[in-house]
Structure formats: structure tokens, C-alpha cells
């Protein structure tokens, strides 16, 4: 598996297809665990064990091509997941032939084995989220759950409205700030931080005017 893209916090890995037995070979990838192939019915269950764990996977997109991880959910993060999803159904239809033989093949499998060997599988914020519900290209964390996330001095408390987010800053403060600009970086504290950084200026403007003068040396 090696890494071949890197987008701000977003990281994509681009692996070997094991065609001998996809869902399985994924199945690993997603849990870190399991060394021998099985059945559909017994891979169907590790998948299920897998997302009641899911947890511990954070943020990412996986499918035999391809994993997409990230500290958090953002818009760079949908959009490699989506494009990773593209490259590797591209990958199918090449070796599937046509796109109707795409959907005979994923009509004859278990909806577990179906999300592992073809729409792959994607986890935000420790939760599966089913294909249907994936948000899109153009989605940004309006449609995700970023409560208890950090993004500078900020931790999100709770959704006030859609896109505009409640946020405890490290130093007591509050602040309700949109999701652009969380994921942007554009705000990181309840004011604070650019309090100080008006403080430091003033300081040091006030020290050039001392040694203007020749009090400061």
C-alpha cells in the first residue's frame, strides 16, 4: 500500500486489488485484522463486528483500490473519498467488461458485501454511514456531525442552526461559528487568540517607538 496524494489533512493510499477475494481482502483493510479468506455469510459478519467498532476508525473511505483517512471530516476529504470511489468502479467496468455486468455481479451479493467490493465503505467521526446518506462533492460539514471536534481553540458543543455551530474556546470563551469557517481555519478561537496577537502588536510598536527615541537601546 503505498501513498500517492495528499490533500491538507486528507491522506490517500492506492493498494493492490486482491481479485481472488475482494470483500475480504477490504474487510482487512477496514479492521486491521483477519488473515484467512471465508465465506460471504462469514465475511457479512465481520463487517458488522467491524462497525460496531467503527469508532476506532476515525474518518475514512475504504475499497480494494483505494483508502482515504483524515483527522476529521472536509470538503478535501469528500472529494477524495468520491474520487477514489470513481477510480475503482472505473477499474471494475475494465475488468467486468460492461456496466451491466457491474450490476448482474453486485445484485448476486449480500448488501455488506456489495458497500466492501464495490461502493466501498466510509466511516466519519467513528460512525458507518450507509451510500445513500454519503454527502457529496460539494458538501461540507453542514451535513456532518463534528461535535466534540477541535479546530484550533475551539471544540464544537452542539449545532445551533444549519451550518453555524456552537464552540468552547481552551480559554472559557464561547462562540457560535459557521462551518466554513471551522474547516477553512478562519476562526480558531472565541477572539482570543486575536486579542493577543493585537496585544503583541501593540507591544512591539510601542518598543520601535522607544528605541526611536533613544530610550531603548
Keep these: 500500500m503505498n501513498s500517492n496524494r495528499n490533500n491538507d489533512d486528507t491522506r490517500v493510499w492506492q493498494h493492490d486489488v486482491d481479485w481472488d477475494d475482494l470483500a475480504w481482502s477490504t474487510m482487512q483493510r477496514l479492521s486491521d485484522g483477519g488473515s484467512s479468506p471465508g465465506t460471504d455469510v462469514a465475511i457479512q459478519k465481520s ?24 483527522s476529521a471530516p472536509s470538503p478535501s476529504f469528500i472529494r477524495e473519498a468520491r474520487q477514489a470511489q470513481l477510480a475503482w468502479l472505473k477499474t471494475l467496468k475494465t475488468v467486468l467488461v460492461t456496466s451491466g455486468c457491474v450490476k448482474r455481479e453486485l445484485k448476486k451479493r449480500l448488501p455488506e458485501i456489495r458497500q466492501l467490493e464495490f461502493t466501498g465503505v466510509m466511516v466519519i467521526n467513528g460512525r458507518h454511514v450507509h451510500p445513500q446518506q454519503w454527502p457529496d462533492g460539494t458538501t461540507t460539514t453542514d451535513a456532518i456531525d463534528i461535535i466534540g471536534q477541535q479546530f484550533g481553540r475551539l471544540t464544537v458543543v452542539r449545532r445551533v442552526s444549519v451550518g453555524r455551530w456552537l464552540c468552547k474556546c481552551q480559554c472559557g470563551g464561547e462562540n457560535t461559528v459557521r462551518s466554513k469557517h ?18 503583541k502588536q501593540k507591544e512591539r510598536r510601542a518598543n520601535r517607538g522607544w528605541m526611536k527615541s533613544g530610550v531603548l537601546t
Design 182 to 199: 471551522l474547516v477553512r481555519g478562519k476562526i480558531r478561537s472565541c477572539g482570543c487568540l486575536k486579542a493577543e496577537t493585537e496585544a
Design 47 to 70: 463487517f458488522r463486528a467491524a462497525m460496531q467498532q467503527a469508532d476506532q476508525l476515525g474518518t475514512r473511505y475504504v475499497n480494494p483500490q483505494f483508502t482515504v483517512v483524515a
